[in-house]
């Protein structure tokens, strides 16, 4: 079941904002983003939140199937027609509420739901990806078994309430274990396993939630990157190709919190602390860069358009 510390201790750390740095930041490109030998891929450890703040989720992915997932990707798109990098994309969107019961444990309002997407709108809409989100359908089921243990009972409930192919996202909520704050899919897994597709998140990150930092509805967003295709901006640490995006800074390991001026590689550029696939809290996410944009485009074409 969920931890209750790490759902109690997040009062006791301070919050510090920096500007959006929006293209400055964007200073890595390819031949000129070398592997740095002073920074190694992140341990396990280092992947793991400090107490007080959440993980987030379980979205790593091995650097040998990052390069193999690389490699289908670049040959199904090259049978395919160029890619505009901000296409539009209105994606349908059905929203399913797990509950302990009606007013009681993981009900989420109708208003909520409506807030949740308009935060997913504005985060995708301000940074021009192309992709914006239109709800289609929501229902609530009560199940406190599938509500306290979404993971185990996943497969079973996405069977029951999933709806639409494969460019339709299903966002179920409920009480995630572990301190987790959400899950999702990526595109490529939709051909073996089509009915596991979409995104989970934890029922009290949406907006108004009650996790202290992380209530802002910016998981559904992040989670939403994965979906998408985008992985975490510390994947694969300082390495070359890192996260597989050029405009996104090299980053040794997640940044939890807000941590201003973080730096841990030194290839150029501060860490994307700021970005939506980071680890920060909700209010420190702010951003995706243009290269994930095209990225999210690219995946798009090859899986779910
Ligand atoms: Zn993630």
Redesign the pocket.
């Known amino acids: 079941m969920r931890s209750a510390a790490a759902l109690t201790g997040l009062t006791t750390v301070t919050l510090a904002l920096l500007p959006i740095t929006g293209a400055a930041a964007k200073t890595t490109t390819p031949g000129t983003a070398a592997a740095v030998s002073s920074c190694t891929t992140p341990s396990a450890s280092a992947r793991t939140a400090s107490a007080g703040v959440h993980k987030?989720?379980k979205?790593d992915v091995s650097p040998a199937q990052a390069a193999a997932l690389d490699r289908e990707l670049k040959s199904i798109l090259a049978r395919r027609p160029s890619i505009q990098a901000t296409t539009p994309h209105q994606v349908p969107v059905y929203f399913h509420v797990i509950r302990a019961g009606k007013g009681k444990k993981g009900d989420i309002s109708r208003k909520r739901i409506d807030q949740q997407i308009a935060v997913m709108n504005k985060a995708y809409g301000g940074s021009k990806t192309g992709f914006s989100f239109v709800l289609k359908g929501r229902d609530w089921t009560t199940n406190t078994k599938w509500f306290n243990a979404p993971d185990t009972y996943e497969k079973t409930l996405k069977t029951k309430l999933r709806k639409g192919g494969a460019g339709t996202l299903n966002i179920y909520s409920g009480a995630l274990s572990d301190g987790l704050l959400?899950?999702?899919t990526f595109p490529w897994q939709y051909k073996s396993k089509p009915a596991m597709d979409g995104v989970v998140i934890h029922y009290a990150t949406i907006p108004g939630g009650s996790i202290t930092h992380y209530n802002l509805g910016q998981s559904a967003t992040?989670?939403t990157?994965?979906w998408l295709g985008l992985y975490?901006t510390f994947e694969g640490g300082c390495q070359k190709p890192g996260d597989y995006v050029d405009d996104t800074p090299y980053e040794s390991e997640p940044a939890y919190k807000c941590p201003t001026g973080k730096d841990s590689c030194t290839a150029p550029g501060k860490d994307p602390i700021h970005n939506f696939?980071d680890?920060s809290y909700d209010t420190c996410m702010t951003q995706f860069t243009a290269g994930q944009g095209v990225r999210m485009q690219q995946e798009w074409t090859a899986y779910r358009g």
């Open positions: 987030r989720d979205n959400g899950w999702a992040h989670e990157g994965h975490h696939m680890y």
